[in-house]
Every structure is written in C-alpha cells, then in structure tokens.
C-alpha cells in the first residue's frame, strides 16, 4: 500500500506548526530567565537558548522548505484563495529573511551583540559614552551588513530593510510623513502646556501598599479587561513583558513600588494589552503560520498603548476602578477622588528619560531617535558625534539639558543590541491605538458608560472582531484602513491628546 | 588546509554535552509544568516535551553514535583509565538501552501509558479496582515486552532487565536477600513497639503558620543544609520534587500546611539531600557523561533520606532547629520543646498509605509491592487477583485491615505509569542512607555537636567527598563498599532505628 500523498502545502504547515512548538519551548526559557532563573544557571541557558534557536533555524531553512513553499506559490487552487496567499506571502517574507544572511554573519552579529551589551551596561553605569562609541559602531556596521542582505526585498533602502524586520511593509518615507504631521502639532501643545505652569501633581496614595495587595489589585484589574488567567500567569520581572508562548499560554511580568502603585498599575495593563491580543490571536487554529501571529510590532504595541493610556488613563476609567483600588489596596487611597488619578495619570511634562514619559512627550524621544538611527546607518552622522547631535536635540525638542550621557543617548539598551529601525514602532503603536480606539467608540457610543461599571467586553470584542482575529492575513497598513476606514494618519491621536490635555490643563 | 582532526572520543562527548542541553531544556518544562504552568497551556507543553524528548533520543540513537562508541571501546588507550572506562562502561549501557527498544514500542508504552495513568486516576478517585484492573495488565504486559528487549543484557531475567532501569546492575536476588534480613528484624522492632501502646503524639505546634513564615523558615534551614540558592530555588507544588536542571540550577519543591510546619519542612529537607546531590555532581565538568550524573536512584534517594530521617528527626538537630523555628515561626511554637519535637518525629505507627508512613514501617509497604510486583511480571499473580492479595498481606504486615483499594492496591501511581522495578530504589535509599550515615559519623566523631550548633558543613564535606563526586565512576554497589567499608546490608538501618526507636519508646 503506497501512502496517501501529502500536499507541498500540508508539509510546509507541519513544518511551521513543529518549528513553532520548538520555537515555543524556547519562549519559556526567556521567560524562565526573566523571571526564576538562578543567578548561576545563566550560562548553561544561553546553551539552551542557542541550541533550541539553532534547531528552528536548521530546519526551516532547509532547501526542502523552499521547495514546498515554491510549489505553493504555482498552485492556483492556493492563492486564489485570499487568506491562504496571504499565509503563503508571509511565509516567504520570512523564509526569504531566514535564508538570506550568511551564517558567519549571524555568528558574528550573536557574538558581538552580546559583548557590545555588556559593553553598554558598563558604559551606561558610568556615563561613558567614549567606552562605548566602538561598540555602537560596531554594532551599526554589523546592521548595514544585515541590511544589504535583505535590501532587494525592499527597493534597495538599508533602513527601511531593518524596519522591515518588526514592522513588515512600512518605509521610513512613510513613517517621516506622519511623524512630521505629528510633531508639527504635538510641538505647539506642549509648549503651551509649558506655559500653563507647572501643576502640582495631586497626591494619589498616602501610605505604603504591601505587594501582595497590589498584585491581587493587578490581577482584578487584568480580569476585568478580559485577560484569562486559566491561560497566562502575571509574575515579578526587573523590566514588564508580555511573552506570548503559545495556544493557552501567555505570560505577563509586572513589578511593584509600595509607594506607588500606579506605576505597577500602568505597567501591568500595558502587558495587559499585549497578552489580550496573544490570548486573541488564533494561534491553535494557524500553529506557527502567519495567520496566527501578531501583524507587526506597531500593532502588538498598539493594543498595550490602547489599554494602558486610553482606556487605564481615562475618567470613565478610573470611576470604576477608584472604588475597585480603594477595597483592594485599603487606607492607603483614603480621601483621594477620582480627579485626583485622572490629573495624575494625565500630568505633561518632558522628562529626559524616555520610558518615563508621558503619553505627549514621549513621542518626541521616538522620532529623535528615528532620526538619528537613521543618520547612523547612513553614516551621515558619525558614532562618536553622537552625544553631542542628541544633546542638542533634546534642548530643541524637550526644553531640557542633558546632564550626562547616562541620561542621554546611553539610556536606551536598542542600539547596543543592533535593534535599528525598532523605535518608531513605539510612535506607530500610538497613532494605531488611536485610529482603533476612535473607531471602536464610534462602534460602541456606550463605550465611557460601560467602562464606568467595569464593562471591557464590548471594546475587548471590538479589538478581537477588527484586529486580532487577523493574525497577518492584512499588512499593518492595510489592517488599520480595513478596521478603522482611514489610512494611518496623525490626527486621531492628536485630537485624543487636544482633546485630553486642554480640558485636564484648563487650555 | 585540513580540519584538525577530532578523536572519537571527542565527537562522542560533544555528542553527550549537545543532547544533554537539550534535555536540560526539557527538564525546564518539566519543572515549569509541575509549577507555573496554566491549565490551558497542558496541551503545547505536551508537545514540547514530545518534540524534545525525540529530539534528544533520535541524536544519541544515530549510527555515528554507536560507531564512535566502538571505536573508543577498543582504544586501550582510553580503556586503560578507570574514569573513562567507567564512563565508556555506562554509555554504552545507556546507548544499548536506547537503541534496543524499537520505535513502535515505544510510541505504544507512551500512549497506554497516558491513557492508563488517567484511568488510576479515576479508579482511585472512585476506589473501582475492577476499572483500572485491565489497564494494569496492559502495563504488566508492555513492561514484560520491554523487559524482553533488555533482558540480553542482565542475565536474561526480566525482572532485574526493568530494575536495571533504576538501580543500574542490583539485582532482585541481591536486594531480596537484604531485604529478608531487614524484614526479619524489623518485625518483631515494631510489634515490640506496637505491644508498648499507643503514646500520644505530643503537640508540636498550637496556631497556624503563614505559609511566606514557613518558606523562610525553609529556606534557612535549606541554606544551613548547604544548598546554594544562587544555583537553585524553592517554589510550591502538589507533589514536591527535586529537578536537577543543570549545573548552577537545581530546583526544589514543597508544599505548606499551615497548621503542621513539621509536613513542608520534612518535605523540604527530603528535596534538599536531593539537590545537594544535584548541587555535588561534576556536572561542569563532565556535561551530559555519566560521570557527573547521579548514580541510581537507591543513591539519590539515600541522600534525600538521610538529610530528611537521619538528620532531621535527630535530637541534636533540633537542639539548633527549634530555636530558629521559634524565631521564624512566632507564638506558635511557645511552650514547645525540643523533646515534644523530637518524639514527634519519631512516632511508629503502621498506616494505611506508603506516603504517610514513619521510617520504620515505610519499608513493609515497599517489600509487599516489591514482592508483589515480581509476581505480576512473571503472571504468577493475575492482576485481577492484586486486591485480594494486597489486603491480607496488608493484615499481615502491618495488622491493619485494608477499607478500600483506594487506600490499598490503588493508592500508588508507579505501576499505571508503568513503573515496575522502582519501588526497591526507596528502601535501598534507607539502607544506602544508614551506612553512609554510620560512615559518615564514624570519620567526624563530633558530629552532633556540630548539629546542635547548626553546623552540617562536615557531613555534606563528606557526602560530597564519598558519594557526590563520583557520578557514575562506580556501580551504586562498589560505590557503597567504597564509602563505608561494607557491602549493602540491613545491619547499619536496623541498628540505626533500634538505637533512637528502644529509645524514644523506652523499651
């Protein structure tokens, strides 16, 4: 008896769908060494990481894989059908990208990254920027390097080959054009915000809260947006992430300061936002095919800036969730009212450290960095420069003085890890979030009123109906336009902001 | 210019070091899984597990693998070193043993097993033996199919081909002597001790414990033992185990009840003579050879049993451990003494369950399933006769009448899982544990007073000495004749209980 035949594409699904569970594994490991790893156990990890990393590579790259994936591109009967083309179109985006860089290449970008991170650690610790001036050059050669690999697949641009990687089919062309709408009317508001004076920031708790307190508290809160924890975990790391390991696992990591917690709050509903739209993906129906994968990390950014700012920073918000906090977290919240944590949440002002930012001004950190990474690839602006261009920057665009390079251009890890063309997702997840979230309240009027009693379910069904339940089967440009009928523009997100910020400063 | 070229030997330690990376990732998940894991997440952990474990088998199964065994066997060269023939001399028993059972055995003992281990679960749950006994027989039946793959190797007896498994080159004839002895000599102790009546367990605790007061009790008394928690941690689980990840991570687990500190504790002193072991093998220097791993399962279980029973219901520990649990545990422990404690920990009493029993009658409950499991293999005993059989041997024993299966012949898990050939490993873990603690004593004459003070730095100094180094140098049998001067016997056990039991009950 022969064997009933197996189709190119049902060998090329089981393939995805076995590499995906070894890929799988490993996302554990990361996790697992974010968050219980032993101090001791790490070299014996990066073993593990390697080997489980390497295997996946081995086998997708295969010639077999290409060969399947050829003749499903032949194979009418597949890509007149529009989902399977697209599972097919992004299938060979990455097959073409795992096969294209050299292994020699990929050994040497493994092995410098991770002296140059260590090298930035260092650095960082004692603002010594010229200790890693080397590094970042290094480090920027190694992204040009990469970048001519895959730059045929893009028109020829080095950088728009990088942004390729995490946000597939934007062009910086693109991106410059809305972000220079943005700045054009983010700068003006800002500084009138400025102007407003400085607003003393209401006191928003009075006492210290314990961390079992506010974890229970965290918990609620992510239950309410619909996050199952039948499915996922939330656990401590030094620095929040959402890790998504696969059908029925998503795992978010928060941290606590007993002083503050809105600062676990905020963090714990952006990877909130993040594991909602892994739990919404349809991962078990597409095991490791495009279909079942996040679109690009504008749009995973756009759900955690969605839940986090939209929703964790608005009134409607906080009429519940004031209560909520008061019964969970005790005396501490005592005499605080909801316009307190409203103006809280909403206070402007520009601060040197990205990460500290607010929802405004943040932005302004994304596109300095856009364009200077841009600059360094091209090699118009040179490493060692660099402190000095960023400085100035940061006078022009934040009002400020940077006091040392700890605060300046050594702040952020990206760079040292060759992550080029990776900020501005940050900038796109907000102008996403805004577009999805202007379109959703026209969809549900109720929206404030139900967020009011705590209701998510009808904004979570909306982002689950119009965004996750996608995988790639839309680019992220097209996901947007189909979800929202509009083009990826800045004006959503600066009406959110006007609208925001002029009632919350009295403009 | 050529490659330079690699030994055999070579290629076949890299071979060892590569799947035992992969198989430690493997462990992670394990650990994960029994820890962290939520419900939904089972079925992708499946996979993975399944995805590792064949990748692993697959590599160390290749031709190559055995061709480059032969080699090194006939290189006198390499013969002619004890250590490397050892570890020649135990890859080749593991290499046999993974290339004797073929594929389509393996993948049936995997399914029946799963679905057999579910159907104990109900049977017990509903204590219905008739339910489980055809799955019983299917186990028996696959375990004999796979006892005939090995059987070539170990004299042909089917049984020792299964303990072999476990307790590497121990045979059945061996420990069946050994075990009459103890059996002989054990009997009389514990009537003697029933005939001297019940004496009330004195309470050791009068409030309940937090469980966070109780994990830093544990983990100081785990510190105090000498295990290193930047190497290791400490978490929860239904069913506390010990996981040897890989060097510079060994992981424990317990379980809390708040009303009986004594439950985590012995718990937690029992995984942690596991995983000083783990902590003690030359795992470093020798990755993935049977020279850093553990030597049998009789030899693991003798290091938890001696940390667990020869150290922790001593007189002289508790002279420093009550002390510290009246500062770690609070008003609970007032009024306590070190006597109540101790006689606590020493109560003899024939119970029902294995799991429940004190160190005495625990091994009447292993002889009976030792005895029995023998039979069952070589169908002397018919599985639906297996109640019948247990409950008057039960009677017998231990003089108490069996109520249920569920509390008799369906109360352990191995047999549904296949696990025949086990059961011995738990009381050779006693015997081993009582010479090397009669060894141990022997070369560190103040060895209780160094307990009294807190000190266990010369009784790990010596285990780590003695046993941990060696891995798999020798067989668990020449190992022990090493450490202590004798063969295994029952002798330095019987001695051991009838000098702390004669004096607790004062007979």
């Known amino acids: 008896m022969s064997e009933p035949e197996v189709s190119s594409y049902e060998k090329l699904m089981r ?90 290449l990929v050994r040497e970008i493994a092995q410098t990254t991770a002296l140059s991170q260590q090298a930035w650690r260092q650095a960082r610790e004692k603002s010594d920027f010229a200790a890693f001036a080397p590094w970042l050059s290094k480090m920027f050669s190694l992204s040009r390097a990469k970048a001519e690999c895959y730059a045929t697949d893009v028109g020829g641009s080095l950088y728009d080959a990088l942004l390729d990687t995490y946000e597939p089919r934007a062009s910086a062309a693109e991106l410059d054009a809305v ?30 809260v314990p961390v079992e307190r506010q974890r229970a508290f965290n918990r609620r809160v992510l239950g309410q947006m619909g996050f199952d924890f039948d499915a996922g975990r939330l656990d401590l790391s030094a620095h929040p992430f959402c890790e998504g390991i696969g059908p029925g696992d998503t795992r978010l990591t928060t941290r606590f300061r007993e002083d503050d917690f809105l600062d676990a709050l905020t963090s714990s509903m952006h990877e909130g936002g993040h594991g909602l739209y892994e739990q919404g993906l349809p991962k078990a129906e597409y095991p490791g095919q495009p279909l079942g994968e996040a679109a690009s990390l504008g749009i995973h950014e756009s759900q955690s800036r969605l839940w986090e700012n939209f929703v964790g920073r608005s009134h409607a918000f906080w ?66 420069d660099l402190p000095g261009v960023w400085n100035e920057r940061v006078r022009q665009d934040l009002g400020i003085d940077v006091p040392d390079d700890r605060r300046g251009c050594l702040q952020d890890i990206h760079w040292s890890m060759g992550l080029v063309g990776y900020f501005p997702t940050y900038t796109l997840g907000n102008l996403f979030a805004a577009q999805f979230w202007k379109a959703a309240r026209a969809a549900t009027p109720d929206l404030d009123d139900r967020m009011r009693r705590g209701d998510f379910s009808a904004l979570l069904a909306w982002l689950r109906e119009n965004i996750h339940r996608y995988g790639q089967e839309y680019t992220p440009m097209e996901l947007c336009e189909r979800a929202t009928g509009s083009r990826l523009s800045a004006g959503p997100f600066i009406e959110y902001l006007e609208g925001k910020l002029r009632s919350v400063y009295g403009l």
Chains 1, 2 share one sequence.
């Open 15 to 104: 393939e995805l769908r076995d590499a995906s569970v070894l890929s799988s594994a490993g996302a554990v490991l990361g996790w697992d060494q974010e968050t219980m790893l032993p101090p001791k156990g790490t070299a014996l990890r990066a073993d593990q990481l390697a080997a489980i990393g390497g295997l996946v590579h081995e086998r997708f790259t295969r010639p077999e894989v290409g060969e399947w994936l050829s003749e499903c591109e032949a194979d009418r009967a597949l890509t007149s059908d529009p989902r399977t083309a697209a599972n097919l179109r992004e299938i060979r985006r990455g097959y073409d990208r795992a096969v294209k860089l050299p292994g020699s």
């Open 179 to 208: 972000f220079s709408e943005l700045r054009r009317k983010l700068t003006p508001l800002i500084a009138e915000i400025a102007a407003a004076g400085e607003r003393p920031r209401p006191p928003v708790q009075r006492a210290p």
């Open 319 to 384: 009429e519940w969730a004031l209560p909520e906090a008061r019964r969970g977290l005790g005396e501490a919240l005592e005499g605080v009212s909801v316009e307190d944590v409203y103006r809280a949440s909403n206070t402007v002002r520009p601060n040197l450290i990205r990460v500290d930012s607010d929802e405004a001004t943040y932005n302004l950190h994304i596109m300095l960095r856009f364009d200077l990474e841009r600059a360094l690839l091209s090699g118009e602006l040179k490493p060692e």
